[in-house]
């Protein structure tokens, strides 16, 4: 098989197999979203390294709610001098600092991210939302997760201290296929499921709170304002809405 064909073969099995398990903890994970949004709350997503791509794709995005929030720490990131972000999210103190300087209450909620679950920030994040009675919702690869030894001191990792766990079945290493005579797989695994994941709960929550007569703030593509000043209207008022509360709106 041709390396191309057998990396979409692999990523549509690992896709396939998350729909197959996930179904009840999408709900709860679901339900969460639907209950921050009830109370006027924030959905705020955090990731370090790569699972920051998640997280920035939901926010201020067509088709998603506008009560989303990403929290994007550039030195942790890996936007801009990538190889220092590694030693930014495995230090202590990140994640308290980012629940803490963007002031979220047990009114909000957090998707963390992290596909191994076992870097410092993200874990330090999911503790202290914890402490401070925040839902924590976390993304990871529940498998490559048990193959790894903890990093962090209190000898957790990122789905021992979620609320609910979404297993993205990545695979062990994020990496996908074997290519002969070459010593390594690759083609990363996780980011997809991770973003299937993610948009799986928010259209959940949207399902959730239109049967209860609720109407949640979503935007429309920006084509669509261009062309029809309806949609430009509605998307604006959501801006002004939420342009207070989301620090980087």
Known sequence: METWKNYFETMQEVVEKVKNTQGDNI?????????T???????YGFGTGHSHLVVDDAFWRAATPANYCALLEQSATGSFEITKSYYIENTYGIGKLIVDYHRITPNDCMIIISNSGN???PVDAAIRAKEKGIPVIAITAVEYSNFLKTK???????????????????????????????????????????VFLQNAILCEMVDILVKEGFTPDVYYN?????????????????????FYRIRNL
């Open 152 to 194: 962090h001191k209190d000898g957790v990792k990122l789905k021992d201290v979620a609320d609910v766990v979404l297993d993205n079945c990545s695979m062990i290493g994020d990496a996908a296929v074997e290519v002969e005579n070459f010593p390594m797989k690759v083609g990363a695994t996780s980011t997809i499921p991770n």
């Open 27 to 35: 709900k709860k994970a679901a339900q969460i979203l639907a209950e």
């Open 222 to 242: 920006g084509h669509m304002a261009f062309m029809d000043e309806n949609c430009a209207d509605h998307n604006d008022k959501l801006v002004d809405k939420y």
């Open 119 to 121: 870097n410092i920030a």
């Open 37 to 43: 949004t009830n109370k006027d709350g924030i959905i």
